[in-house]
């Protein structure tokens, strides 16, 4: 890499590493996991960067990078044990602590309790403000599939929602 590529690298850190840390924290849920998923997908850019054929921008490249990350790592053995066991121990904790702990849930919460393809369309709808098309073409699905997992997503917290804050939603 020369000193010139090498800059634009750092410059192409910069720009996308706090975007691209929202995105996999809302995938993953782990402040963490979602700084090593970042660090991997710059790793993974800087050794592949050459490849990259400008067919979208590089923002769309590297969130696109990112999410397969993501997927992968909470396809992983290792994510699913870890999830296991704590759901062994919540359940041994204090029933009333886990009342309190429900009933302060609230709308970004309930998002991140969405199945990941649900979740993701309303993520990049809502939180990253991207139109239908550009969350069809990102997530490389059909618009009409946006607008169903979409209307799902909404019935799901909906149900999970109390109305008061059911109603900030609605009305956003």
């Given at each position: 890499?020369?000193?010139?590529?090498?800059?634009?690298?750092?410059?192409?850190?910069?720009?996308?590493?706090?975007?691209?840390?929202?995105?996999?924290?809302?995938?993953?849920?782990?402040?963490?996991?979602?700084?090593?998923?970042?660090?991997?997908?710059?790793l993974?850019?800087?050794?592949?960067?050459?490849?990259f054929?400008?067919?979208?921008?590089?923002?769309?490249?590297l969130?696109?990078?990112v999410?397969?990350?993501?997927?992968?790592?909470?396809?992983?053995?290792?994510?699913?044990?870890?999830?296991?066991?704590?759901?062994?121990?919540?359940?041994?904790k204090?029933?009333?602590?886990?009342?309190?702990q429900?009933?302060?849930?609230d709308?970004?919460?309930?998002?991140?309790?969405?199945?990941?393809?649900?979740?993701?369309?309303?993520?990049?709808?809502?939180?990253?403000?991207?139109?239908?098309?550009?969350?069809?073409?990102?997530?490389?699905?059909?618009?009409?599939?946006?607008?169903?997992?979409?209307?799902?997503?909404?019935?799901?917290?909906?149900?999970?929602?109390?109305?008061d804050?059911?109603?900030?939603?609605?009305?956003?």
């Amino acid at each position: 890499m020369m000193l010139s590529d090498e800059r634009a690298f750092q410059e192409t850190m910069h720009a996308y590493s706090d975007y691209l840390l929202r995105i996999a924290y809302l995938y993953v849920k782990d402040w963490q996991v979602a700084e090593d998923i970042v660090q991997d997908t710059f790793l993974s850019y800087y050794v592949k960067f050459e490849q990259f054929e400008e067919r979208a921008s590089l923002k769309t490249y590297l969130v696109r990078i990112v999410i397969n990350k993501c997927k992968d790592y909470l396809k992983n053995w290792t994510y699913r044990k870890q999830q296991l066991t704590n759901r062994f121990f919540q359940a041994k904790k204090d029933p009333q602590k886990m009342l309190q702990q429900t009933e302060r849930l609230d709308i970004a919460e309930a998002v991140l309790q969405l199945p990941i393809p649900l979740r993701e369309v309303i993520i990049h709808y809502y939180y990253e403000e991207l139109s239908v098309l550009e969350v069809a073409a990102l997530l490389g699905i059909s618009d009409n599939t946006v607008k169903t997992r979409m209307r799902r997503a909404r019935q799901l917290l909906k149900e999970t929602l109390s109305s008061d804050e059911w109603e900030v939603l609605s009305h956003e």
